[in-house]
């Protein structure tokens, strides 16, 4: 049919209604699609870029604007300061602008158009932290446009390299302590857990992160030729060793924050897990404790975070196919719960091998268990943090949360000032599991939410 005049004008009159199918993102979702397409994917990061699009829109807010540029081009941190009364220390918001690099062809998505569909904006750093940045971006915009009095200064940092060393807040903290000195500050780590209902079992802000060691493991035997073997083969040694450390289970290791965690698991979960949480949170019973261990060890987030773990990562042995070589050695990484003695469990682990041929020691001598103490719960901020979650998640429990990795928190927990971990959006397990994986997303009304809380948290903390 030859197309007619008042086709093409109904054409033209549909194609408003078109576009209207794809609502416009509420601000923090449209934020955080901007800052997707900004790619930081870390090497390189580039996160000078992010500095820059965010310092263009905080300067005209009244934000003093400090970038530090590191000895690596394009890649800098951005301090963006609202000034208050000064009759507090001020409190800072962190978050990191680099992302982890994607497996493009795992992606459903572009992962760097920052694409808003069915609810969700999908993309790299959606959850891990340019989800982050976007809410907090807005919270602290909105203390500005609002002109909230402040007693405080409130301080936005965004930090490059948190993914990949060396430039990251630990540098900067040596560089610019004076810019970044708090008397708390917030950072990525704790969870809005959802249940398969969408609604908010609990809310878990993180006041501690577990540590990192490297602990080499050494055999030794005789350096000879293939031809003529012996029984004192270091590989073999070595290959023994590591068959002992892969039967052997760490033993249970609570901190109060972690029991206070299970304790809300307890509450917010079904059975049998529910019973199992209770037992290991309150339980002297061994035998009890062993049962719950094992049921609730069988998610290896949890099993992380009861215990210290000692995984094998790498291994060294041999260089040429005729020569036996005259060791062999074995990198174990240990993630310790705070308070652990690395030099204990070289000691233990040396009792679990068992063997006079095979050395286990520190890469790194240590003096003792990491000072680094967990962030207190008794301060303004994590009491505001906890009744603000409890208005805009109504129904939901604040649990402290030991985190499972290391975040950039230690900076400034290594300097006495606490720091409390969360990412800013309620989230299902299985958006937690693509987070550093693939079609990385999160909901646009969570965006909203976590908005909401962190803005009546500054307020709060910082407001006369
Ligand atoms: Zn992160």
């Known amino acids: 049919m030859p197309r007619t005049p008042g086709v093409v004008l109904l054409a033209l009159l549909a194609a408003p209604s078109l576009v209207a199918q794809t609502p416009a993102a509420p601000p923090t979702a449209d934020l955080l699609r901007q800052l997707i397409r900004i790619d930081t994917s870390n090497p390189p990061g580039h996160e000078g870029q992010i500095d820059a699009f965010l310092a263009d829109r905080l300067r005209p807010l009244g934000f003093d604007i400090t970038i530090v540029p590191t000895p690596e081009a394009g890649k800098s941190h951005l301090i963006a300061r609202l000034r208050g009364a000064g009759s507090r220390r001020p409190v800072l918001l962190a978050a990191h602008a680099d992302v982890v690099g994607v497996e493009r062809e ?48 409130v301080i936005f940092l965004v930090e490059a390299d948190e993914e990949s060393a060396p430039y990251n807040t630990s540098w900067l903290a040596r560089t610019n302590w004076a810019d970044m000195d708090c008397e708390f500050a917030l950072n990525e780590g704790g969870w809005i857990m959802t249940d398969a209902a969408g609604r908010v079992r609990y809310v878990s802000v993180s006041t501690a992160d577990k540590s990192s060691i490297r602990i080499l493991v050494t055999a030794h035997g005789t350096s000879t030729h293939s031809s003529m073997p012996r029984p004192d083969n270091a590989i073999s040694t070595l290959a023994r060793a590591m ?94 719960i705070p308070g652990a003695d690395p030099n204990d469990v070289v000691a233990e682990l040396t009792r679990v091998i068992d063997d006079p041929n095979v050395e286990v020691h520190l890469a790194t001598p240590s003096s003792g ?74 909901r646009i009304d969570s965006l909203e939410q976590g908005t909401e809380w962190v803005y009546r948290t500054l307020v709060d903390v910082a407001g006369k």
Not at 131 to 138: C, H, P, S
Not at 293 to 322: E, K, Q, W, Y
């Open 106 to 153: 795992k992606w459903t998505v572009d992962p760097f158009t920052g694409l808003q569909r069915d609810g969700y904006v999908y993309g790299r750093g959606a959850i891990d932290f340019k989800g982050g940045i976007a809410v907090f971006a807005q919270a602290v915009m909105r203390l500005a446009r609002n002109h909230v009095p402040l007693a405080r200064d």
């Open 243 to 336: 068959a002992r450390l892969a039967d052997y289970e760490t033993p249970l290791r609570l901190i109060p924050e972690t029991r206070r965690f299970l304790r809300t698991l307890a509450r917010t979960s079904g059975p049998p897990l529910a019973e199992a949480f209770a037992t290991l949170a309150d339980s002297s019973d061994p035998a009890a404790l062993a049962a719950a261990d094992r049921l609730v060890s069988a998610d290896p987030l949890m099993h992380a975070l009861i215990r210290n773990t000692l995984a094998p990562v790498l291994l060294d042995a041999g260089f040429r196919s005729n020569v036996i070589p005259g060791s062999a050695e074995a990198t174990v990484n240990a993630r310790l």
């Open 369 to 442: 268990p990491s000072p680094i103490q967990p962030s207190p719960t008794d301060t303004d901020l994590f009491r505001a943090l906890e009744r603000h979650a409890g208005e805009v998640f109504p129904g939901a429990e604040v649990t402290p949360y030991l985190f499972q990795a290391g975040t950039d928190a230690g900076a400034w927990r290594s300097r006495g000032v606490p720091v409390y971990g969360i990412y800013p959006y309620p989230i299902s397990p299985d958006e937690l599991t693509r987070m550093h994986g693939n079609d990385e997303r999160v």
